[in-house]
């Protein structure tokens, strides 16, 4: 199990944020570099201009908004307290903002078996590509002479993963058309049976993967024990305070089951939590 709380990070940005702007990204939670399942949840906070192109990606992604608001395309926004699936292979952008949020960003290899490049390989290929150029609101831009047939601005994202892969990326066919936004708020709370005091929003299943989104809030006292599952699950904590196997947890505190762990949940005061599972690889 993985247990890290956001407001012990004491302003130390650990996390590489290729795409440019003012934003700073704060590593929580992260897997195993090279494992189909890798992935890491970052907190991310927003204080000026960001933008982006548009673009895609060969893993996937959940953005849920804390605060404030979150650009993922003209005209399209996470509100507060809303969450957005982004497939793998599926475009959106760009993103064209000038607010201040918090959010949640959880990245995590796709179903077609991609993986995810962890940021310790991110942040070697960046330092390396900008020897040969620049990073520029999402885009790296080439200073020195190309052969021909190569790209002279590129993604920044394809930049990085085809300095690491020496090779051209290939993304899967998109499952689905574009980003899934759903709205919490909506949703009905259904009681857990036989945990008293503990309720669930089902916000989403995706792919034969399993990979699933939910919101659960418990009462103070409560508790709720967590089944094992063939992927990572992880949870974050919005609001309230309570522990998970024995250890301490508050508001913005992250954690993580690994594939066939098993933990109870017990809230000291009103807890509400979003609880993500991962694909399941087994």
Same mark, same amino acid.
């Given at each position: 199990?993985? =247990?890290s ?12 944020? !290729?795409r440019?702007? #003012? /934003? ?32 895609r990606h *060969? ?8 605060s ?12 507060e307290?809303? =969450? ?5 292979g599926?475009w ?13 960003? =959880?990245? !995590?290899?796709? %179903?077609?078996?991609? @993986? ?6 991110? $942040?070697?290929?960046?330092?390396? $590509?900008?020897?040969? #150029?620049?990073?520029? /609101? ?6 020195? *002479?190309?052969? +021909? ?5 590129q993604?920044? !994202? ?5 300095? =690491?892969? /020496? ?5 899967? %066919? %998109? ?10 708020? *909506? ?5 857990? +049976? #036989? ?16 990979? +699933?989104?939910?919101?659960?809030k ?6 709720? *024990? ?13 609001? @309230?305070? &309570? ?11 992250? !954690?993580?089951?690994?594939? &066939? ?9 009103a807890?509400?939590? $979003?609880?993500?599972?991962? %694909?399941?690889f087994?």
């Amino acid at each position: 199990m993985q =247990i890290s709380h956001a407001d012990a990070f004491a302003g130390d940005v650990t996390s590489p944020e !290729f795409r440019g702007g #003012g /934003k700073e990204f704060r590593t929580l939670l992260k897997g195993r570099d090279g494992e189909p399942g890798n992935y890491r949840l970052v907190y991310a906070r927003q204080t000026g201009a960001v933008s982006g192109p548009r673009h895609r990606h *060969n893993f996937e992604q959940f953005r849920y908004c804390v605060s404030g608001r979150v650009n993922y395309g003209k005209d399209c926004w996470i509100e507060e307290g809303e =969450i957005a699936y982004f497939p793998e292979g599926a475009w959106y952008g760009p993103e064209e903002s000038d607010v201040e949020r918090l959010a949640v960003t =959880i990245q !995590f290899g796709g %179903p077609s078996g991609h @993986g995810f490049v962890g940021e310790t390989e991110q $942040l070697a290929a960046m330092e390396e $590509l900008k020897k040969a #150029g620049v990073f520029e /609101k999402g885009v790296w831009r080439r200073s020195d *002479n190309p052969p +021909e047939g190569v790209r002279r601005n590129q993604d920044s !994202f394809e930049a990085i993963w085809e300095h =690491i892969n /020496k090779r051209r990326i290939e993304y899967p %066919p %998109p499952r689905y058309d574009a980003p899934v936004l759903a709205r919490p708020r *909506n949703f009905a709370w259904t009681p857990v +049976e #036989g945990e008293p005091g503990v309720a669930r929003r089902a916000l989403g299943r995706f792919t034969e993967r399993n990979v +699933e989104a939910a919101t659960m809030k418990l009462d103070p006292g409560a508790r709720t *024990n967590f089944a094992v599952r063939g992927g990572e699950r992880l949870g974050f904590v919005l609001e @309230g305070r &309570g522990e998970i196997a024995g250890q301490g947890l508050r508001a913005h505190s992250a !954690f993580a089951l690994a594939p &066939g762990e098993t933990a109870s949940l017990a809230a000291s005061e009103a807890m509400e939590l $979003l609880v993500v599972g991962l %694909p399941e690889f087994a």
